[in-house]
């Protein structure tokens, strides 16, 4: 298989693996469908074990080309435009898997959402390696559990190895989520 087909099936098989979590978020099936699904799960569990390469070879998380970076770990994200280091905009959509409660998604995982769109602003091609010092999020309105979002991420300004960061979360007009960040370049020798 070509390096652009598996990307294609690992992207396939990851916006599959989102629809199974929001379908098991939502449900509480019966005894027969619970038990056949734990086999089902260990079966693959055990298949995929066989396929474990090394960090630098997989693609979850780590495909900045498709959605979620190829990963199920954060909510839904596309990024439309990209000029980096500078700045990211782009669309959101938190499944049912991230509710929090009321119709709302939990609060930890719109600053995943952030960390994740400044991982790949302060960790762009050419770059060297950055990691979150701190992240600040401020809650502005409710973000409804699969509702359309829209979010800008950008530099706000760099001072030697510091990073400062900036975002927002929006639902049409109304500003859900604010968020700012410090990310420090790494020294050479730090993990
Ligand atoms: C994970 C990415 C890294 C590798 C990437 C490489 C390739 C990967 C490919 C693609 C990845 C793309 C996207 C990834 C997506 C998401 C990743 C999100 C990133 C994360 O999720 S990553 C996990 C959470 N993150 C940590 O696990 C950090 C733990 N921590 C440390 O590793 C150290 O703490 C460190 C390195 C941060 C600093 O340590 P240090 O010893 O190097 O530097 P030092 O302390 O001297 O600070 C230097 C100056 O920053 C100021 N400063 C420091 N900390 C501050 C704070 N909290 N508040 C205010 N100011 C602060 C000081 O005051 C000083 O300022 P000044 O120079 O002005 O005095």
Same mark, same amino acid.
């Given at each position: 298989m ?26 509480a099936?019966?005894?027969?469908? !619970? ?23 997989? =693609? =979850? ?8 970076? !190829? ?5 839904? =994200? ?22 929090? !409660? ?36 401020? =809650? ?12 800008t ?12 960061l ?15 960040a ?6 050479? !020798?730090?993990?």
């Open positions: 070509t390096a652009e087909a598996s990307l294609r099936q690992h992207d396939a098989v990851v916006t599959r693996l989102r629809h199974f979590l929001d379908a098991l978020a939502s449900a099936p019966d005894e027969q469908s !619970g038990e056949r699904l734990r086999h089902d799960l260990a079966r693959w569990t055990e298949d995929l074990r066989r396929y474990a390469v090394p960090e630098s070879r997989r =693609y =979850y998380g780590r495909s900045p080309t498709l959605a979620s970076a !190829g990963q199920a770990t954060t909510p839904w =994200y596309v990024v439309d435009e990209a000029t980096p280091p500078e700045r990211l905009a782009g669309r959101a959509s938190f499944g049912t898997f991230f509710l929090g !409660g009321r119709g709302a998604a939990h609060g930890g995982t719109i600053p995943l959402l952030f960390d994740e769109l400044f991982g790949w602003l302060a960790n762009s091609e050419g770059m060297p390696p950055s990691r979150t010092a701190y992240l600040t999020t401020n =809650y502005r309105a409710v973000v409804g559990i699969g509702r359309p979002l829209t979010f991420a950008w530099t706000d300004r760099v001072e030697g190895r510091k990073r400062f900036r975002a927002e979360l929006r639902d049409g007009d109304t500003v859900c989520a604010e968020a700012d410090l990310f420090v370049t790494l020294r050479p !020798g730090q993990p």
